[in-house]
Every structure is written in C-alpha cells, then in structure tokens.
C-alpha cells in the first residue's frame, strides 16, 4: 500500500548547524518526491522536489536526497537558523488516470532550532 | 502570504450539521486540491478540481462533497458531521494539475460538537 513513514518526530539542533530530516516512503511509483514546510498556525509551504530519475537537487540552504535503493529521502538544511523552525513533511507525488495527482504526505518531523 | 483564501478561518457546529468551507484559489492558478489534517491521520488528500472539473479522487467520505465554480473558487460541503470530522481543513492550488508546487491556504479549523 501507499505510506510515507518520517524516522524521527523531533529534531533538535543549535541554531548555524546543519539538520538533516529523513524520510521512508514505500511506494515506488511516485514521479516526485516534495519536501514541505509547516509553521504554526499556516498552511504546509512548498520548499524543494526531486524528480524520481535524479538522487540529489539542492536549492538556497536545502538539499534533497533521494536513495531509491532503500527507498529514503532526506532534506538537508544549511546553517540552521531561528526560522526554519517548524514541521517538515516529505510527500510523494503521483499522477492519476485522468490528469489529476495527488500528494501523499508523510507524519511529520518537528525542527526546532535552539539559540 | 501564499494568495489562496480560505474562509471561514474557525468553524464550530454540532454533529449532524453540515458545513461548507470556502476556497479562492491563488490568481492564475486552475487546479485545486482539498486537504484534511488530524491529529491522527497527518495530512490526507481528500479530492483535486482542474477548470471547473474532477481529476483526482482521495480519501474523501460520502459525506463530503466538492465543486470548482466558474470562477475557479471552490466549496467543500462536509454533512452529517461527526466528531471524528474536527480537523483543520486545507485547500491548496497549483497552476496546473501535476504540479509539484502547491501553495496552501491557512485552512479552516472545524471543531465538531
């Protein structure tokens, strides 16, 4: 069946250090894998994806792993800082027969970054 | 600021009441998708509008219900509410259906009573 398992619920790191959040998906299928952000209170926001064909995609302070092999994700941030703090959730992209697509999120990880 | 509009922000009502949640999508954007969280079920897609049209069906119950209008806004009506139904309800959208990028609304919480 489909699921998006994250390893850890809560990340704890110091503020200019580097976090890294992994995430295991299960279905082989997905065309994208998307890394979400959520803040408190706000809806989930859009930071990196990766094409399912690539292993690795960096963007401005964040890079994305993809392992296909053992079916792992993971989003690396640079420099840590107070407002990366929030929930990050990996997703699975899948496009349906008739054109639609659907996200499949997985359970979350909470950053927290510590001054 | 993500652009898309969700009205209303909170929602309460009673079990057996029906409800209907509002969505503007981000201007330019066709597709829109509707999104359930719980505190036990994490984030789970209910259904997806492309122009007015389905395209994409998740785990949305009977009960609940969607369009896309003319306009591009869209409605979901959930009836027959049950406790279980409190959650915050989402609604994202994208330019075109496929893309990755969506740009979620600050959703709508509904608390069942």
């Known amino acids: 069946g489909e699921s998006v398992g994250l390893h850890l619920p809560t990340l704890s790191v110091q503020e200019g250090d580097n976090s890294i959040i992994n995430c295991a998906y299960s279905?082989?299928?997905?065309?994208?894998f998307i890394w979400y952000k959520q803040e408190s209170g706000k809806g989930p926001q859009f930071i990196i994806d990766?094409?399912?064909?690539?292993d690795k995609r960096q963007g401005q302070r964040v890079t994305v792993l993809l392992n296909k092999t053992v079916k792992h994700l993971s989003l690396q941030i640079a420099a840590t800082q107070p407002g990366d703090s929030a929930v990050y959730f990996c997703?699975?992209?899948?496009?349906?027969?008739?054109?639609?697509?659907?996200?499949?999120f997985g359970t979350g990880t909470q950053l927290k970054v510590e001054l | 600021d993500s652009g898309v509009t969700q009205t209303p922000k909170h929602l309460i009502t009673a079990t057996g009441q029906r409800v209907t949640l509002r969505c503007s999508p981000r201007s330019g954007d066709l597709s829109v998708y509707w999104y359930q969280q719980s505190l036990d079920q994490g984030l789970q897609f209910l259904i997806q509008?492309?122009?007015?049209?389905?395209?994409a069906k998740g785990n949305i119950l009977e009960r609940f219900s969607a369009q896309q209008f003319p306009d591009l806004h869209s409605e979901l009506n959930l009836s027959s509410l049950e406790l279980g139904d409190s959650a915050l309800y989402f609604c994202?959208?994208?330019?075109?259906?496929?893309?990755?990028?969506?740009?979620f609304g600050q959703g709508t919480r509904l608390t069942v009573v």
């Open positions: 279905n082989s299928a997905s065309d994208y």
């Open positions: 994202a959208s994208s330019v075109l259906p496929g893309d990755t990028e969506a740009f």
């Open positions: 509008y492309y122009n007015g049209e389905e395209r």
């Open positions: 997703a699975e992209n899948m496009k349906l027969t008739g054109g639609g697509n659907k996200l499949t």
């Open positions: 990766i094409r399912s064909n690539m």
